[in-house]
């Protein structure tokens, strides 16, 4: 069995979980992998998550973010330039969380920061108890996946706004992230930055398993993983996964005020119900049938609305396009 080390290339969401699939494809059956890897303003959902309960898609991807949804369960993270993640790929016989978390720990300590197992397989810091590294995992035959956050400089301001949707808004069948304290471990060293953890992590890694190899990125299959990436970055898997939810948008307008209730799924709309005080009772009947059937998203529910040909609607279907469906 063989150790490899493969350091990321890119801060692209949908590129880097790509690599990590290929790995758990190819390698992970005979060798163990760790993956070190970087996001840039990204919000990375779990398998079976809502997006839109998780997370604030306009306003994210308004400010260049991206949604990512990873291939593992758990609950939703933001991810920056301040967040290092890592993988372990690895035969199934071979995992043991507390021996890859440990791997962590030692390289925390490197820093004189005493960190901590939880009962959800998370690190906290020791004394205070918040959260500096979110885990999660995934299984399949012989081949086991761990993968998780280290917080070195989080935006914090950013990872509250992304991550705190207005749930009064949503009534989803999903699974809810578990809003846990978190912190940066450069409160604790303000010395501790990237690249240095990365180096702990590679010596921790050895410490643990042994001498290891670095892997070079031109190894991988090019083509296959273009083909993962772009099955990452579809709509149809980052938000057409979404389970069955159901919807309430509201908002005046000078010619009356309009709530729609949207039951979705499959990231569609499967069935709509209209209320307005509205003058035009013909205008607003029509609503409902022309979104049945629109992906919701913002561009896809005003086309929706644009192809009625009417003045009102064009109204509504430019908030449509402009607000936050899964927030404030």
């Avoid at 921790?204 to 190894?219: C, Q, W």
């Avoid at 090019?222 to 149809?236: M, T």
Wanted: charged share 25%.
């Amino acid at each position: 069995m063989h150790n490899y080390i493969l350091l990321g290339d890119s801060d692209n969401a949908w590129h880097n979980l790509a690599v990590e699939a290929l790995l758990f494809e190819t390698l992970g059956k005979s060798d163990r992998v760790l993956y070190l890897w970087q996001n840039r303003n990204t919000v990375v959902i779990g398998r079976h998550q809502n997006a839109w309960k998780e997370c604030r898609v306009k306003l994210l991807e308004d400010e260049g973010g991206r949604l990512a949804r990873r291939s593992s369960g758990g609950g939703a993270v933001f991810h920056d330039m301040g967040n290092l993640n890592f993988s372990f790929v690895l035969p199934r016989g071979e995992y043991d969380v507390r021996r890859q978390l440990e791997v962590v720990r030692r390289a925390v300590a490197r820093f004189g920061i005493e960190a901590q197992f939880t009962g959800r397989n998370d690190l906290v810091i020791g004394g205070s108890g918040t959260k500096f590294s979110g885990n999660a995992f995934r299984f399949s035959g012989d081949v086991a996946l761990h993968h998780g956050t280290i917080m070195v400089n989080v935006d914090v301001d950013r990872l509250g706004r992304y991550l705190a949707p207005d749930d009064g808004k949503l009534k989803a069948k999903g699974i809810d992230s578990v809003r846990a304290r978190v912190a940066n471990l450069t409160v604790l060293n303000p010395d501790i930055t990237i690249p240095a953890l990365t180096g702990a992590l590679v010596d921790a890694f050895a410490d643990e398993y042994g001498t290891a190899e670095a892997l070079p990125m031109a190894v991988l299959d090019a083509h296959r993983l273009a083909v993962l990436e772009g099955e990452y970055a579809s709509w149809d898997f980052r938000l057409g996964k979404a389970l069955p939810f159901d919807a309430t948008l509201e908002h005046r307008f000078d010619w009356g005020g309009v709530t729609l209730e949207l039951n979705l799924k499959g990231g569609k709309v499967v069935s709509a119900r209209v209320y307005s005080d509205a003058m035009d009772e013909a205008m607003v009947s029509t609503l409902a049938p022309a979104l049945t059937g629109a992906r919701y998203e913002n561009q896809a529910l005003g086309a929706a609305l644009r192809a009625l040909g009417h003045p009102q609607a064009d109204e509504l279907a430019e908030w449509l396009e402009n607000t936050d469906l899964g927030g404030h």
